[in-house]
């Protein structure tokens, strides 16, 4: 069995208390969600007309070549939504995804591009191997984060 890890709603808190020229310092921008903008806190879509911040988030920090940073987006006001052992949201199962699961010293050692609603399955057998300490999964067009997956 598996638990997908929304980010904590904390560490992207402050966001809405930036000035338009302070986010802008930090390289931050402003959209307004069409219904298409999955956040990485409530791991759902932010509805049309909502708020999201564009950013780099540094999503592997491990001291190891495949230690990364990419864009994602954050709603504004965004809670973290903790979903049951085993499910994974639509934002997650309506993309196609790239699934990439790592070992304890932060190595890829499998990997694999699929249609998000076949990722329950293809994580359950990677999350089976041993050697798989955890996996990312980023969605397969832009390449931004969407989720860490570990074992229950």
């Known amino acids: 069995m598996f638990q997908i890890h929304p980010l904590p709603s904390e560490q992207f808190a402050h966001l809405a ?6 986010l802008a310092a930090r390289n931050i921008q402003v959209h307004i969600s069409d ?20 950013l780099n988030f540094e999503h592997q920090p491990g001291n ?18 903790h979903l049951p052992a085993g499910r994974l949201p639509a934002s997650i199962t309506s993309r196609l995804l790239s699934v990439r699961a790592f070992n304890s010293r932060d190595e890829i050692v499998e990997a694999d591009v699929i249609e998000g609603v076949q990722a329950g ?12 300490s955890y996996i990312h999964l980023h969605f397969a067009r832009r390449g931004c984060f969407a989720a860490r997956v570990t074992r229950t």
């Open 17 to 22: 208390t930036l000035t338009d020229s302070e």
């Open 35 to 54: 219904g298409g903008f999955p956040c990485r806190v409530s791991l759902e879509d932010a509805p049309a007309g909502a708020r999201v911040f564009l």
């Open 121 to 132: 399955d293809l994580i359950t057998r990677y999350l089976e191997e041993p050697e798989v």
């Open 64 to 81: 190891s070549p495949y230690r990364s940073r990419h864009a994602i987006f954050v709603q504004e006001g965004a809670e973290e939504r």
